[in-house]
């Protein structure tokens, strides 16, 4: 089941207005999850995290994982959105994504199964929380992206000016120092 309780919408009542939430926090992005999810699957390593829903025997709740799992569900039931308030426009693209897509996703999925809620929310914390010095995920900046797409853009115009400065080598490492620390700037510039 949809968390009614997740902290990206907020408290809701029922499994449709968990689902319309999830849909609400950005319509573009959960079409291009669907369309992700179709295409190549679930990412085999970023597992659900689970608690026993204690008014439904044998039925969980994901904790985390609410937008992968939304999804998945109307990637494999399309009639779920029949329960919410998405356009007709909306429901007519996500008809063409699903339609379009090699496949449902998958079968089953990998779970961790926590004993309550307080226990999934210790490691929520450490996957999601900000502040925690380097203990959660730290989000890659613009030359991690560029580093690991092999887009040397950015990297390329600081190896020239490297190159060809008249800086002294403090200066430059000072100057250097500042750009890497803010390539947003130097991204905007280039593209420009």
Known sequence: LLDVENPRIGAVGTQSEALEAIINLNADHFKRMLSSIGDHGLDPGDSF??????LELGTYIVVDGNRRLSALKVLQ???????????????????????????????????VIFADRGEADDWIERR????????????WGTLEKQRFQHDRSILDVIDFVEKNSTFSDDEWAAVKRS???????LARFLES
């Open 49 to 54: 995290y689970v608690i026993v829903d204690d």
């Open 77 to 111: 039931n399309q009639a779920l959105l029949n329960g919410t308030k998405a356009t007709d426009g909306f429901k007519k693209t996500v008809a063409g994504l699903i339609q379009a897509a090699p496949n449902e996703g998958p079968e089953s999925v990998d779970c």
């Open 179 to 185: 750009v890497e620390a803010k390539p947003s700037v």
């Open 128 to 139: 999601h929380g900000v502040g925690l010095d380097g203990e959660s995920r730290i989000p």
